[in-house]
T-cell receptor
Framework: DAGVIQSPRHEVTEMGQEVTLRCKPI?????LFWYRQTMMRGLELLIY????????DSGMPEDRFSAKMPNASFSTLKIQPSEPRDSAVYFC?????????????FGPGTRLTVT | EDQVTQSPEALRLQEGESSSLNCSYT??????LFWYRQDPGKGPEFLFT???AGEEKEKERLKATLTKKESFLHITAPKPEDSATYLC??????????????FGKGTLLTVNP
């Protein structure tokens, strides 16, 4: 059974460019989460969806960040324009009511470097 | 605001030397405390969920326990392959955002052979 899939695994871009990160959750999971991890702040929740609908986006740092989930098997996190302080590892995770303990399963992450 | 504090930040053990990691939390209505393991360059991997004070869960050399204010991850006779960052997270009654997890910054465990 495939886990959460994220692409790309690494992204290097210049300041001001648009960046799009992609995620495919585990089939059958109806919750999808986007996190950002840095040494300074640890793992922070940015936004999460339930049945493709955004439920809590209070962690989205500013208007430069946007996330969409057009269907149950695909989500994107977009940063436009990107800035050096956006450099971090971005994780996608999924979960569902059928998950025994509501635990979240994480993808391998996308390491973003903005120069 | 939910808060999770893990200590120590880093721990170095010799193979076979048992120890414990601490996770202190402040939440309004705990709905679950989660332990994850994270290897370098990978996403966090789920280990345990604890729901109520006094509950314990075990997996191989790891045992997680829970009180009303903190959780411990006990590592018995660790091996080098137990080296990783261990993350603690809480799920709480945070308004309508009931599926949100708040993570601590983790404990980096290194087990030397």
């Amino acid at each position: 059974d495939a886990g959460v899939i994220q692409s790309p695994r690494h992204e290097v871009t210049e300041m001001g460019q648009e960046v799009t990160l992609r995620c495919k959750p585990i089939s059958g999971h109806d919750y999808l989460f986007w996190y950002r991890q840095t040494m300074m702040r640890g793992l922070e929740l940015l936004i999460y969806f339930n049945n493709n609908v955004p439920i809590d986006d209070s962690g989205m740092p500013e208007d430069r960040f946007s996330a969409k989930m057009p269907n149950a098997s695909f989500s994107t996190l977009k940063i436009q324009p990107s800035e050096p302080r956006d450099s971090a590892v971005y994780f996608c995770a999924s979960s569902g009511d059928r998950t025994l303990n509501y635990e979240q399963y994480f993808g391998p992450g996308t390491r973003l470097t903005v120069t | 605001e939910d808060q999770v504090t893990q200590s120590p930040e880093a721990l170095r053990l010799q193979e076979g030397e048992s120890s414990s990691l601490n996770c202190s939390y402040t939440v309004s209505g705990l709905r679950g405390l989660f332990w994850y393991r994270q290897d370098p360059g990978k996403g966090p991997e789920f280990l345990f969920t604890l729901y109520s004070a006094g509950e314990e869960k075990e997996k191989e050399r790891l045992k997680a326990t829970l009180t009303k204010k903190e959780s411990f991850l006990h590592i018995t006779a660790p091996k080098p392959e137990d080296s990783a960052t261990y993350l603690c997270a809480v799920r709480a009654n945070s308004g309508g955002s009931n599926y949100k997890l708040t993570f601590g910054k983790g404990t980096l465990l290194t087990v030397n052979p």
